[in-house]
């Protein structure tokens, strides 16, 4: 009884800290996403970076199905659509700009 009480509170703590970072990321993406819709540049932006952003997060929420699904989760649903849509904006502008740059 004593061992579930110790390995269930270290989830518990462990899910909290999970949940921080999560919250970190999330609060720069809605920037970066706003940023890159205003300006509709993504000179600089790599999208290796972003894919690989979104394949940690989907990672992540893999894990949580198989192990605990919580609050965190919903984080990572969170954040993993804040940096499609990046990543969607990224290549959308990317052949923009390589239009534009025919053009001139």
Known sequence: MLDWLIQSFQIKSMSI????ML????????????????????????????????????????????????????????NLLLVSTDFVFCIMYRNREGKDNAEK
């Not at 800290?17 to 921080?20: D, F, Q, S």
């Not at 990321?25 to 940023?35: Q, R, Y």
């Open 17 to 20: 800290y999970e949940a921080l």
């Open 23 to 78: 919250i970190c990321f999330g609060a720069s993406w809605p920037f970066a996403v706003i940023k890159t819709y205003k300006t509709k540049a993504v000179k600089g932006k790599s999208r290796l970076f972003l894919s690989l952003i979104i394949i940690g997060y989907i990672f992540g929420m893999i894990n949580k199905i198989l192990n605990s699904v919580d609050i965190v989760f919903w984080l990572y649903v969170i």
